[in-house]
């Protein structure tokens, strides 16, 4: 097919779906459509079945309610494409770019066509995984849309049929899939960090080596997986937050929200002055959330990101800090007596701004260290006026920067700490 017919094909689809006269939907079922461009194209309801689109240029094209069935698209450019309640099962996706793509609602679950040796049930041609155990021809080599090595970072897979999809190492990270179906989904290696999975189905998942750090897992259906050997630091689901009060589970919820759409969806965190003693949020991200006059007592906040929070008067006594990211942060006048901060790094932060970056130092200002272990901890340019670090552990720790001519070190361990000064 040369590009004047599939300009005139094109021409009368936008006319069919427009219902005026000469209109006629495009037909471009099996056609060998390699490499070829059609960045912002009008595509929608466009029949594709089978066609072989590997290595085309579909960027920002309408593809919503495409028939792409067992279609291959690997290698193709599909970011900021739309592609909500398109039928891909089993198409070929591998190594595709489909970041910041809408792919709400569509169907990536297995599917083939009925050869002859197949007995297809009454009128049907093609199918699903189930319409092969119903004709007796068992279940197909082809158990799900392959989207093995692409790339879905921020894609939206609201309420999508996943089941039986090869999502291995995939990009999903800060990815919509509430209530999809990834049942039997194989997300070995993938990268789903940030991603919201609220009220999706995990059944029978694959997640070895997968990524699911700051998942929000809320309501999801995740029963039997091996999560031994994924990383799951930070993430939301029942059996972590069970203990939380709702509305601390629904600040959080909306927080990461908040996050992963860089501010434009959700809601910061505001937690300022709540009970939180002994809470348990090891690895969660807290990034600028509120939380000043927290009571944090004996609360697990290891691995914790809580750079550019306000921490501002909480109290940390006996909290463990141990690796918790605190770039930036407002520690001012807070209370971290006997706190564990063994490799926390203080360090301070750069902003992005309109009118130009600018950095900023995490304040420490009159906060009280007194006998906590600060160990190996990065206190970098920190601002340290009037700090206690009185009978704390020191070995280690890193003050570059800083000024610490007004800290109270007295009755300090300092075996290899780097002071910015030696006479300490």
């Excluded at 809408?102 to 699903?128: H, I, M, V, Y």
């Excluded at 750090?213 to 994924?230: C, P, T, W």
């Excluded at 209370?335 to 926390?344: D, F, P, V």
């Amino acid at each position: 097919m040369n590009s004047a017919e599939l300009h005139d094909i094109l021409d009368k689809h936008a006319k069919w779906l427009q219902k005026l006269p000469g209109g006629q939907r495009a037909d471009l079922s099996k056609q060998k459509l390699m490499g070829i461009n059609l960045e912002g194209a009008l595509l929608q309801s466009v029949r594709l079945t089978g066609a072989d689109l590997s290595g085309a240029n579909l960027k920002g094209a309408n593809l919503s309610y495409t028939d792409m069935f067992v279609a291959t698209l690997d290698g193709a450019d599909l970011s900021n494409t739309n592609m909500a309640r398109a039928d891909l099962r089993g198409a070929s996706m591998k190594g595709v770019n489909l970041d910041y793509a809408d792919l709400k609602q569509a169907d990536l679950r297995g599917g083939a066509f009925f050869d002859a040796e197949n007995s297809a049930p009454e009128g049907k041609k093609r199918a699903t995984v189930a319409d092969f155990i119903e004709s007796g021809g068992g279940e197909p080599s082809n158990t799900g849309a392959n989207l093995a090595d692409s790339s879905l970072y921020c894609t939206s897979l609201v309420g999508a049929k996943l089941a039986g999809a090869n999502l291995s190492a995939v990009n999903l990270s800060r990815a919509n899939l509430d209530g999809a179906n990834m049942t039997r989904t194989n997300l070995k290696g993938a990268n789903l960090g940030l991603a919201s999975m609220k009220g999706a189905t995990l059944s029978s998942a694959s997640v070895e080596g997968a990524n699911f750090r700051h998942v929000d897992f809320e309501g999801a259906i995740i029963d039997d997986i091996d999560f031994s050997k994924a990383d799951l630091r930070g993430a939301m689901h029942d059996s972590v937050t069970a203990n939380l009060p709702s509305k601390v589970r629904q600040a959080l919820s909306e927080h990461l929200n908040w996050i992963r759409s860089n501010g434009e969806a959700g809601e910061r965190a505001d937690l300022m002055k709540l009970d939180l003693k002994q809470a348990n949020l090891s690895g969660f991200n807290l990034m600028a959330a509120k939380l000043s006059g927290v009571n944090f007592e004996g609360a697990n906040l290891s691995f914790a990101i809580l750079s550019l929070a306000d921490l501002s008067w909480a109290n940390l006594s006996g909290a463990n800090l141990s690796r918790a990211i605190l770039n930036g942060v407002d520690l001012q006048k807070a209370n971290l007596q006997k706190a564990n901060l063994y490799g926390a790094d203080l360090d301070w932060v750069e902003i992005e701004r309109s009118s130009g970056n600018s950095v900023q130092s995490s304040n420490l200002e009159a906060a009280q260290f007194i006998g906590a272990n600060l160990e190996g901890a990065n206190f970098r340019n920190t601002l340290l006026s009037g700090t206690d670090f009185s009978g704390s552990n020191l070995r280690h720790t890193n003050f570059l920067g800083a000024d610490i001519s007004t800290a109270n070190f007295n009755n300090t361990n300092q075996q290899d700490a780097v002071l910015p000064e030696s006479d300490l």
